[in-house]
T-cell receptor
Framework: DVKVTQSSRYLVKRTGEKVFLECVQDMDHENMFWYRQDPGLGLRLIYF???????EKGDIPEGYSVSREKKERFSLILESASTNQTSMYLC??????????????FGPGTRLTVT | SQQGEEDPQALSIQEGENATMNCSYK?????LQWYRQNSGRGLVHLILIRSNEREKHSGRLRVTLDTSKKSSSLLITASRAADTASYFC????????????FGQGTRLTINP
């Protein structure tokens, strides 16, 4: 079974702190994704990585950066956390291929509160 | 950007009844996928239907796709309390895109 793990289920940080959210997948997937989920807004893509050291901005990249130094690990960084970044953060991974999207496997999510 | 939009936003039915959720999208797609999310958890993949397919089944789930109307439906037959969850459709865009765009979801409640 594919397993996607996230470093924390719940996280509380102060405004201005640098925050690292870690995601690890064990199925050698090429693609990894970071989403945030807010009530009434659904899932919105923050960043997408299609290979080691490769990344692509999603719909809401402002205030975030990412790092993918190893294939299995994709990190989301909040450079200076703000209260409007309080949200549920979901990581996912998938295979890559020429026929469009593949099934995405999600981690359990990290509920981040910025105070 | 909002590609898929589910309808209704919330649905409440009795256990044993069938539940139907709809999804509309705006642009051409390669695939459309449906996911389930139990409260406060990650999403779980249910079905992927390709643009050249019209219907797909998986257990009690039936998904249809009408590319001329840019719409899909998810039918859950003989619903159970454990089906209570939010259901999302997700679409990619054409030309080999790997990213998905998710709708806002339908919140399904199964009453005992």
């Amino acid at each position: 079974d594919v397993k996607v793990t996230q470093s924390s289920r719940y996280l509380v940080k102060r405004t201005g702190e640098k925050v690292f959210l870690e995601c690890v997948q064990d199925m050698d997937h090429e693609n990894m994704f970071w989403y945030r989920q807010d009530p009434g807004l659904g899932l919105r893509l923050i960043y997408f990585s299609y290979d080691v050291k490769m990344k692509e901005k999603g719909d809401i990249p402002e205030g975030y950066s990412v790092s993918r130094e190893k294939k299995e690990r994709f990190s989301l960084i909040l450079e200076s956390a703000s209260t409007n970044q309080t949200s549920m953060y979901l990581c996912a991974s998938s295979l890559s291929g020429p026929e469009g999207s593949y099934e995405q496997y999600f981690g359990p999510g990290t509920r981040l509160t910025v105070t | 950007s909002q590609q898929g939009e589910e309808d209704p936003q919330a649905l409440s039915i009795q256990e044993g009844e069938n539940a139907t959720m709809n999804c509309s999208y705006k642009t051409s797609i390669n695939n459309l996928q449906w996911y389930r999310q139990n409260s406060g958890r990650g999403l779980v993949h249910l079905i992927l239907i390709r643009s050249n397919e019209r219907e797909k089944h998986s257990g009690r789930l039936r998904v249809t796709l009408d590319t001329s109307k840019k719409s899909s439906s998810l039918l859950i037959t003989a619903s159970r309390a454990a089906d209570t969850a939010s259901y999302f459709c997700a679409t990619d865009v054409s030309e080999g895109a790997q990213k998905l765009v998710f709708g806002q979801g339908t919140r399904l409640t199964i009453n005992p």
